[in-house]
């Protein structure tokens, strides 16, 4: 189980340190907040974007040449 915070008046919450610290997050970081099955869930919001995703679904792509996948999609353009 988690550590139990206190929602302010408000509506603000001190994340503990020790999580901070696990997490590597600093004073003005950001953070995505979700809502899943009736949770809320904080995440660290990536620093850049592109750095988050690249690699993203490595399997699928892996075995695709890029230039030629790019080539071939811009002859259905025409």
Known sequence: MGVAVKL??????VIPRE???QL???AGDGLLVEVRD???V???RPRSYAKRLRGLHKEVWGRVEA???VKEERKGWR
């Open 8 to 13: 302010s008046a408000k509506y603000q919450i």
């Open 67 to 69: 230039t030629a996948y």
């Open 19 to 21: 999580v901070r610290r």
């Open 38 to 40: 009736n949770t809320i």
């Open 42 to 44: 904080l995440v660290p």
């Open 24 to 26: 590597g997050l600093v």
